[in-house]
């Protein structure tokens, strides 16, 4: 899609580099590169296929935040490596993919793309502030992670997922139409549907209990019935004849996890976003000899080459 702003959910992609890669794609000093390969590699492809003309590169500032876990403790609590207290927790990642983030955003930064971040939040929120903020342009947000379907919208900016969940040859296109028909939700409204949906279904994956007895299913029957979490809600209270006694039930009992989901689960979109630089897909790296001493120290050999071939100005 020429002239559009792609949003890349960046831990989400080289996460899927670093399994789907061999770990024998190693530097010369034994640290392995595979993330950072896949990870070029997939820049390379979104350059190609979708023909963006700006990009940015969202990253986790904090990727358990403290406003979610105030809220609900089990958020992501599961991945958690160390606590620190006064800071982000450390999350349980393998060892050998965190040598290799700073070689990513080391990657970037010499090509010109520009990252992006907020103090005290996630990537997901920091693509969400920018997709909501996006006037002009329509948005392609790229991740593997389905959390981020609550982003798309028809109007006023259209904002559509590439999900890569299967990989890059099978990346689909997901916009309202796609993700209603998907869910059975109601296509003006899909993106929130999702959200609400995901709350009430939950997600052990990331620590959302979700209510009881109630699959993905049942929530996108009741999210598209009653036209979103707050109704349903409020509809339960009321003791709605619509809502079956054993719902209703259900729903009392998970009173207090309804009450802080939707702020745990949707994207905070005035998140504070910090940028490192204009969004503009460089046409040349913006510094092609630490490229070059980059490729050359860590063995990065195809994957640079795809992606400066990749680049409008090849």
Known sequence: MTGSLALLD?????????????????AADGTQVNAVRGFADTIARI???RRPARLVCCLDADWRPKFRTDLLPSYKAHRVAEETGSGPDVEEVPDTLTPQV??????????GFATAEAAGYEADDVIGALATREKSDPVEVITGDRDLFQLVRAEPTPTSVIYVGKGWAKAEVLGPAEIAERYSLPRDTAGPAYADMAALRGDPSDGLPGV??????????????????EALVAAGRAGDSALPLKTRLRLKDAADYLAVAPTVVRVAVDAPVEQSRPDTVPATPADPGRVAELAE???????????LKALPGA
């Open 10 to 26: 960046s831990a989400s992609l080289y996460f899927r580099s670093f399994f789907a890669l061999p770990d024998s794609m190693r």
């Open 47 to 49: 350059l190609t296929d």
């Open 102 to 111: 700073p070689i990513i955003l080391d990657l970037l930064e010499a090509f």
């Open 212 to 229: 009881a007895g109630i699959g993905e299913t049942t929530a996108a029957k009741l999210i598209t019935q009653f036209g979103s979490l």
């Open 297 to 307: 120290r860590w063995n990065l050999g195809n994957s640079v080459e795809r992606l």
